[in-house]
């Protein structure tokens, strides 16, 4: 039997009409949906976000991928999702796998592609591209990302700061992603030099807990909590 096809689909920072026109034309077909969430008690952000594109015949099945940071623990979630998935593949069906923003841009979806490739090594898969949270928050305050030659680096913020101290001496615009509860680091390192004037912050990007700070001082006196989903870009000047 030809195995289905895999469709990837990054849904975008929140707002479900900033999912392409391409990508909300397979969610509504798709026979199978699978989502990602990242706790067992939580409904999976990804399915709010696209439930009014789902048609009423679809089979959801929501995929835990925990935040943490054991590699084997991870790297069993996403061998046991590949397998779930392979089984709706390999009976000839369709499988759509929604994930936030872009699906090749720090995303689950990445490893999981990985897993099914080694289980399914002729899988037919189509990757539906996504806007990204840094695009969108770029539009919500006006922020250009890329001007002239200056470069544009798009980091993490690890519990290493190192990389992204580095990152802001090359100069251009710094694109901090991954933040979470990191914040009160970020924000010291950004004062120190100089550089919360040439910030923004923005968090829940189109979501309807959306926030946006121009003034980077204001997230001072808030816990770490406050970084979760949340993006800071950075004009960090000229090389």
Request: proline letters at 6%; a neutral charge; aromatic letters at 6%.
């Amino acid at each position: 039997m030809i195995p289905g096809t895999l469709y990837g689909i990054g849904i975008g920072p929140g707002d479900s009409e900033l999912i392409t026109l391409k990508g909300a034309r397979l969610i509504g077909a798709c026979p199978n949906l699978f989502v990602p969430k990242a706790r067992t008690a939580a409904g999976s952000v990804a399915l709010a976000i696209a439930r009014p594109l789902v048609g009423p015949a679809a089979r959801i099945e929501e995929l835990l991928f925990p935040m943490t940071a054991d590699r084997e623990e991870l790297a069993r979630r996403w061998d046991d999702a590949a397998a779930r998935i392979g089984l709706v593949l390999a009976a000839g069906e369709d499988a759509c796998f929604l994930t936030l923003g872009d699906p090749l841009l720090y995303s689950t979806y990445i490893y999981l592609l990985r897993a099914l490739r080694r289980a399914i090594p002729d899988l037919k898969i189509v990757t539906v591209p996504g806007i990204t949270a840094f695009g969108a928050a770029a539009a919500l305050t006006d922020f250009p990302i890329g001007e002239g030659k200056e470069p544009v680096t798009i980091i993490p913020a690890a519990d290493d700061l190192t990389a992204v101290r580095r990152a802001l001496e090359r100069g251009g615009t710094v694109v901090l992603m991954k933040i979470g509860k990191r914040l009160p680091e970020i924000l010291e390192l950004l004062e120190g030099k100089g550089l919360l004037e040439s910030s923004v912050f923005v968090s829940h990007a189109t979501m309807a807990e959306q926030r946006v700070e121009t003034d980077l001082r204001r997230l001072k006196a808030e816990g770490p909590e406050a970084g979760y989903l949340s993006i800071i870009l950075v004009h960090a000047g000229q090389r």
